[in-house]
């Protein structure tokens, strides 16, 4: 089920062409040597983790990195760009070890991305195709993302859980910012997730664990707000609560600005 490329050739020579579709039902490593998936340009399936060794790299090609499989995985890049990845299995968890530089990223409808800490870019400026969610901490840098999808999908922040109460400004994309946006810590100590622009959610937002602080900016939500388990920081600037706002445990914290639950 596993499969492990070590091609201790000279460079140049080392290359390890692949020539049709490849399906890999457990781990992918390459450890020494190239994977060359750009002559052929197939596609290549993943159900386990991918780890490139620092001896190893990837020609990328046009083909599709498909995660699938089930429960959670890993991938290590390297500082190697990979094709359009898509995690797409059973409840699926693809989990970033480094930073990632894709040609695109889809995510299933109960996938997840996890981005744990590490920066992520996309090689030419673009949006993330989210039919699930996009997980982060809070502190990593987007690079190329236009957004991370305005009509479908979650985005959830986290905190990185290293006991002290971080400060994180959630980023703003213009125009419409997200479709459900979720603050939840987790367990440890609660994080503050700040906003640094006016903000716009397309779909429902929540904050389960953590501070939601608007930092006196406006934030306008179509569907429905909830706070159940967080705290919600309203500041001096407009709340526009469009679906409604529900308050079951946790905090809201009206400040100066108008709050308008419709």
Do not use: C, H
Request: aromatic letters at 6%.
């Amino acid at each position: 089920n596993n499969m492990t490329l070590n091609n201790t050739g000279a460079a140049g020579s080392d290359d390890i062409v692949v020539s049709g579709a490849l399906d890999v039902n457990g781990n992918l490593t390459i450890t020494d040597g190239d994977l060359d998936v750009d002559t052929n340009d197939p596609n290549v399936n993943i159900a386990g983790n991918l780890a490139i060794g620092s001896n190893g790299s990837v020609t990328k090609g046009s083909g599709t990195w498909t995660f699938d499989g089930t429960g959670t995985s890993t991938i290590t890049s390297n500082g190697q760009q990979l094709g359009p990845v898509v995690v797409d299995g059973t409840a699926k968890i693809l989990q970033q070890l480094d930073a990632g530089n894709f040609n695109g990223l889809t995510i299933g409808a109960d996938d997840t991305f996890d981005l744990n800490g590490f920066n992520f870019s996309l090689m030419m400026a673009g949006s993330v195709v989210n039919n699930g969610t996009f997980q982060l901490q809070g502190g990593e840098t987007l690079t190329n993302i236009n957004d991370l999808d305005t009509d479908s999908g979650t985005v959830r922040f986290v905190g990185d859980g290293d006991g002290a109460v971080d400060t994180f400004t959630i980023p703003d994309f213009g125009g419409t910012d997200y479709f459900n946006l979720v603050i939840d810590q987790g367990s440890g100590t609660a994080d503050v997730f700040q906003l640094g622009n006016n903000l716009s959610v397309a779909g429902t937002q929540t904050v389960t664990e953590g501070t939601f602080d608007a930092n006196d900016n406006t934030n306008t939500i179509t569907g429905l707000a909830t706070v159940n388990g967080g705290t919600y920081l309203a500041g001096t600037a407009e709340q526009t609560f469009n679906g409604g706002l529900t308050v079951s445990s946790g905090t809201f914290t009206g400040g100066s600005g108008t709050v308008d639950v419709n």
